[in-house]
């Protein structure tokens, strides 16, 4: 899925909080309805086979609860996209990530081909359709997350090339697919931040701590004779480039993704570099923008929401600025498009207890318009609001309310505008509230804190609903106003 990821390790927070977010994004010219579902461990098969690759895997005993943001429509698979299980890991996947023509030549995917007269069908390899559900209830730390992928990778391949983040209290790690079989892993620095804008990201690794001790890296067991064999490795000083190695520089990149990138440095790290002008250490089309920084200050919540719903402000690129060249408005793909499936942000509080370590902010539809709230991962219920999304739409349910407000807002954008930000602000001011509320609520009474975690879902939800209906009100005011049919004489 084209999509954005931000990775943001626990001294760099705040609070002490790791927290990973993605974007998922449908692909161009589609809108794929999304919902929250939590899966309990007697819902689990033993065995699991791919609707897109019909490959077919037995799957551990023993799963654990964890929450998914599957498809509404199944045509496809369950796309699970991203969840915390009960042992507090979080994963989101995936990252669609760029490669090379000497990667897949050297490793090509597995592809899925039907059966012919005389050929019998051939399963494909894993893919985003299945990572989520064949691994986030099996594990019990990031590091656990990455080995079972990586052992799945090699076993079964992949058609895709795929960007994974696993998450514990203490650690993040970003796991990146190479060609069919292979695949490399970084921990993000604790006091890093990570930025992934659908392009091959890690840009140095250290191979000898991934086969040996691995402290800081993974891969697969054969990575140096991968390398070796196939002549990847395109270094000057020996020193592993994976980006050089795997990943891609093109046109398209430079249209597509590095964009993303720059803006989001440039937003963390306004001052480390110069980021605009003719003597910029880097602008929009860099290849050389690097993978992770040491933010300029602390990272919070609502830097990550903004950045994941940003459109270029402040620059030329901004599709609905008023100033500057107008021929460079659009030029870049935006990071809050309007093909935003969901946003979700996993937050890994390290002086809370289990029961309420892990928050979960959610929000459906266009991030620029939308608004964001957490839920506590140790939830049972998901609010009908956010768990029972269907295929046509319908206000009830806040995936399509928000895609109506996002498309009413964009077509009145200076009129609106106003209106959104108020309405992002009142939802994030309100949610903290909520949260301080029933942490306390939940640390007295942690015999309850499966049922107040439900409540809380449920007065949340709730509340988002009410602010969400109040402000498409205002907004399709604004839009009816300005309808190309509208004509005014003193007939009121």
Partial sequence: MPCTTILVGKHATYDGSTMIARNSDSGSGKFTPKKKTVVLPSEIADSYESVLSHVKIELPKNPMKYTSLPNVLPKEGIWAGSGVNEANVGMTATETITTNERVLGADPMVIYHKATDGMPELPGGIGEEDLVTLVLPYIHTAREGVKRLGSLLEQYGTYEM???????????????????????????????????????GIDCFDLKDALGKQKDHMCSTDMKEFLDKNHLDLS??????????????????????????????????????????????????????????????????????????SYYQGTPYNPYGT????????????????????????????????????????????????????????????????????????????YWASRILGALADAHYKTCISAIENYQQTVGAISWQMIHQYDEKILKNPAQAVALCNEAAKKTAAMLKEETQKTLDKVLYEASCRMKNAYSRSDS
């Fill in 162 to 200: 795929n960007g994974i983040a696993f998450q514990d209290v203490d650690e993040i790690w970003w796991l990146e697919s190479i060609g069919g079989h292979h695949w490399i892993a970084k921990r993000v620095p604790d006091d890093s931040y990570v930025v992934m804008p659908n392009q091959l």
């Fill in 236 to 309: 000057l000083n020996g020193k592993l480039n994976p980006r050089d190695a795997f990943g891609s520089h093109s046109n398209a990149d430079h249209v597509y993704n590095t964009p993303r990138a720059w803006f989001i440095e440039r937003f963390l790290n306004p001052t480390s570099c110069k980021w605009d002008g003719e003597n910029a250490d880097y602008v929009p089309e860099s290849d050389a923008i690097p993978w992770c920084r040491v933010p300029e200050r602390k990272i919070t919540v609502e830097d990550i929401k903004y950045l994941l719903s």
């Fill in 323 to 398: 100033f500057g060249d107008h021929t460079q408005q659009g030029k870049y793909r935006p990071i809050g498009i309007n093909r935003n499936d969901f946003l979700e942000l996993i937050q890994m509080r390290p002086d809370l207890p289990e029961e309420i370590r892990s928050l979960q902010w959610l929000t459906f539809g266009s991030n620029a318009f939308n608004a964001m709230i957490p839920f506590y991962a140790g939830l049972t219920e998901v609010p009908a609001y956010f768990g029972s999304t269907q295929a046509l739409p319908s206000t009830d349910e806040y």
